[in-house]
């Protein structure tokens, strides 16, 4: 499920690639795995040819996919999603608000707050979905997108009804 891209760029020593799964991502230079240099922020000091080192900044957006910053200039490593595309990803969460406003009435707010979570999750896992089965056509990707959809309804019906079946045998022992 993991998917590598590789990549040089101007005045680094060795190949760049990037293996990422939907969740997470590692940066590598000549085959060894760089450590960010921020906390919070994407950016890895790497080795440039002249023996010195810069700054790269990784950046991931769900629709242009993986970028890279350097220098001040911004290079795409993948192709950008098709229109289709961006729609099969949006299809987990059309199904989800069809088919769970009934969980969401009984499990209130917080019920409402796992829709989004799942929700934004299944975007997420989606849209990388996209990209790997790209080389395999579209209706490979239509079923994944499907498959997507009914696993991330399952698992937020299964986790809705166990938080009331929680919620409602907490309230009973109180009274």
Same mark, same amino acid.
């Given at each position: 499920?993991?998917?590598?891209?590789?990549?040089? %760029?101007?005045?680094?020593?060795?190949?760049?690639?990037?293996?990422?799964?939907?969740?997470?991502?590692?940066?590598?230079?000549?085959?060894?795995?760089?450590?960010?240099?921020?906390?919070?922020?994407?950016?890895?000091?790497?080795?440039?040819?002249?023996?010195?080192?810069?700054?790269?900044?990784?950046?991931?957006?769900? #629709?242009?996919?993986?970028?890279?910053?350097?220098?001040?200039?911004?290079?795409?490593?993948?192709?950008?999603?098709?229109?289709?595309?961006?729609? %099969?990803?949006?299809?987990?969460?059309?199904?989800?608000?069809?088919?769970?406003?009934? #969980?969401?009435?009984?499990?209130?707010?917080?019920?409402?707050? %796992?829709?989004?979570?799942?929700?934004?999750?299944?975007?997420?896992?989606?849209?990388?979905?996209?990209?790997?089965?790209?080389?395999?056509?579209?209706?490979?990707?239509? #079923?994944?997108?499907?498959?997507?959809?009914?696993?991330?309804?399952?698992?937020?019906?299964? #986790?809705?009804?166990?938080?009331?079946?929680?919620?409602?045998?907490?309230?009973?022992?109180?009274?």
């Amino acid at each position: 499920m993991a998917t590598t891209l590789n990549f040089t %760029l101007d005045g680094v020593a060795g190949d760049l690639k990037i293996i990422y799964t939907p969740f997470k991502f590692r940066f590598y230079q000549g085959g060894i795995e760089l450590k960010k240099s921020s906390t919070f922020k994407p950016v890895y000091s790497v080795q440039t040819t002249d023996g010195g080192s810069e700054t790269v900044k990784i950046l991931n957006n769900a #629709i242009k996919g993986y970028m890279v910053e350097y220098r001040g200039q911004r290079s795409l490593l993948e192709e950008k999603l098709t229109s289709m595309e961006i729609m %099969l990803c949006f299809m987990p969460i059309v199904f989800m608000i069809l088919g769970c406003v009934f #969980i969401v009435f009984i499990t209130g707010v917080i019920g409402g707050a %796992l829709l989004g979570g799942f929700a934004g999750g299944s975007f997420v896992i989606n849209s990388t979905f996209m990209r790997q089965e790209r080389p395999h056509g579209f209706q490979r990707q239509l #079923i994944m997108s499907f498959i997507v959809s009914v696993s991330t309804y399952a698992a937020y019906a299964l #986790i809705g009804t166990l938080f009331v079946m929680l919620l409602r045998g907490t309230v009973y022992s109180f009274l």
